[in-house]
């Protein structure tokens, strides 16, 4: 932290509200942080500071980007209640002066945010709403290369999906998407009594540091498809979960062979680097 600002608390978050005329929304997953020491340790995790661009999803009312600001960093917040975005200024102004030039507020549906002002974003860090977590993340992978790391707090129980690795329960579609793109882990876990409104799960928080996508000719949309091939029947051997993807039982066999995958292994098994693999031993047979 470089400046010392004044963090919100439970009592100013209530009380802003309530100039706002605001009641939490659950159809935008409103639950608003009203710890200070909770934001304190996310930017803390986040290793974020005065060279670093954040993208903050869904900012509420500034608790987390009074936090990141006052890091030193340089933050465009994205957020979708438009009389949220355009109360943050005015609280950023009133509590951390000296950093209100530092903030951008985009006024826009996260998942519809193809572009951001420059500088480019390096990092995510969020408080994101349960109801979008996952696409979230993996769409600001996918639209921002230059997002190097992610530190996000979600649903404990996608958090552990988001990290989950090859034969644990958690392990699925969002748990292989993610590591096409980063190597995660479960940064710690957070007391629903940090939030109002209580919310009636527990929060975990992700970390997610970008790492060279798996060598593969086929496309990361070819990869995941056979992904959500695998996983849309997982309980079922791949041969047959990837018989309608790759034109039969047969075909899939053969290609699971060409790829050195056992055809009677479930997807679950599997990291990402084998799902590239099959995805490339399909493109090879398919392409003259």
């Known amino acids: 932290m470089t ?57 509420g009312l500034g608790s987390l980007t009074l936090a990141l600001l006052d890091s030193g960093a340089r933050v465009s917040a994205v957020e979708v209640d438009p009389v949220l975005a355009a109360a943050l200024p005015d609280t950023v102004a009133r509590h951390a002066p000296e950093r209100a030039a530092y903030l951008t507020v985009v006024t826009a549906d996260a998942l519809q945010v193809h572009s951001l002002p420059d500088p480019q974003p390096t990092a995510l860090v969020a408080n994101l709403p349960y109801n979008v977590s996952v696409p979230v993340v993996l769409s600001f992978l996918e639209r921002f290369p230059t997002l190097d790391r992610v530190l996000v707090m979600v649903q404990l129980e996608v958090a552990e999906r988001l990290v989950a690795g090859p034969g644990s329960k958690a392990y699925g579609v969002p748990s292989v998407k993610a590591a096409w793109y980063a190597a995660g882990r479960l940064a710690g876990t957070v007391p629903r009594s940090v939030f109002w409104p209580v919310p009636n799960v527990d929060s975990g928080l992700v970390e997610l540091r970008r790492r060279p996508v798996p060598t593969t000719t086929a496309s990361r949309d070819e990869v995941f498809a056979v992904v959500d091939a695998a996983f849309a029947q997982r309980r079922k051997t791949l041969r047959a979960a990837l018989s309608g993807w790759a034109g039969g039982a047969a075909a899939a066999e053969t290609v699971l062979r060409a790829a050195g995958i056992d055809p009677g292994a479930r997807g679950e098994a599997l990291p990402v680097t084998a799902f590239a693999a099959i995805a490339a031993a399909r493109r090879d047979r398919v392409t003259p």
């Open 3 to 59: 400046s010392g600002a004044a963090l919100l608390g439970a009592a100013q978050i209530r009380e802003l509200a309530a100039t706002l005329g605001l009641r939490p929304t659950k159809s935008w997953g409103q639950n608003f942080v009203v710890d200070a020491n909770t934001v304190r340790r996310i930017v803390r995790l986040a290793e974020v500071g005065p060279d670093d661009s954040v993208v903050e999803v869904g900012p």
